[in-house]
């Protein structure tokens, strides 16, 4: 059974940088073909993601935040680190861990979600 | 950029069939997998239909997925509607500039 859970601060300020961290168990980040990213979602309003890592280092990031994300594997903890520059208020979201498969187009496991609010 | 268009909320009536509708604003739709998403109220999105119109294991068949290429458009269908089904959807499908995109999603009332 697969699982993640993000962990990571809850708050922070304005210009901070924003580092989350995916724990997940049920699969090794070194298996082909697996990968793991990370999905946002503003207070009342829709799924936006943001980046993507495979076991094979292949990141993938969403054009508009290039500049601002960072997405690194630790495949001996079993865990992936998200980082985001410069962050703004209207950046505050509940960001999600997600699995998936590269063969597929979807997400099929999904963390519980961190709420993270940005603001001074 | 390709975008995703949902209606922002359809209602209708426990026992019924409603369609949700995901409209591409290129040929994408036509030429990657559409997925769709069920969230419920404070709870991470879970999957019900990917690739098109494949249903996971544990998804009731009341669910599926449908493409209509000359529209351009992807379509979750409910049947015999239950207050369970009561969540927002979104659609979800992938374009080899912006990658994985999300619909804006659309809010299920089973009244």
């Known amino acids: 059974q697969i699982t993640l859970k993000e962990s990571g601060p809850t708050l922070v300020k304005p210009t901070q940088t924003l580092t989350l961290t995916c724990s997940f168990s049920?699969?090794?980040?070194?298996?082909?073909?697996?990968?793991v990213g990370w999905v946002r979602q503003p207070p009342g309003k829709a799924l936006e993601w943001l980046a993507l890592?495979?076991?094979?280092?292949?990141?993938r990031y969403r054009p508009s935040l290039k500049n601002s994300l960072s997405i690194v594997k630790d495949i001996s903890k079993n865990r992936v680190v998200l980082t985001l520059t410069n962050m703004d208020p209207l950046e505050t979201a509940t960001y999600f861990c997600v699995h998936k498969f590269k063969r597929n187009s979807h997400f099929d496991s999904w963390g519980q979600g961190i709420l993270v609010t940005v603001s001074s | 950029n390709f975008m995703l268009t949902q209606p922002h909320s359809v209602s209708e009536s426990p026992g019924k069939t409603v369609t949700i509708s995901c409209t591409g604003s290129s040929d994408s739709i036509a030429n990657n997998y559409v997925q769709w998403y069920q969230q419920r109220p404070g709870s991470a999105p879970t999957i019900v239909i990917y690739s098109d119109d494949q249903r996971p294991s544990g998804v009731p068949d009341r669910f599926s997925g449908s493409i209509d290429t000359s529209s351009n458009t992807a379509s979750l269908t409910i049947s015999g509607l239950k207050t369970e089904d009561e969540a927002d959807y979104y659609c979800?499908?992938?374009?080899?500039?912006?990658?994985?995109?999300f619909g804006g999603g659309t809010r299920l009332t089973v009244l």
């Open positions: 979800q499908s992938f374009d080899s500039d912006t990658y994985w995109v």
């Open positions: 049920g699969f090794s980040l070194s298996t082909p073909g697996v990968g």
């Open positions: 890592i495979y076991w094979d280092g292949d990141e």
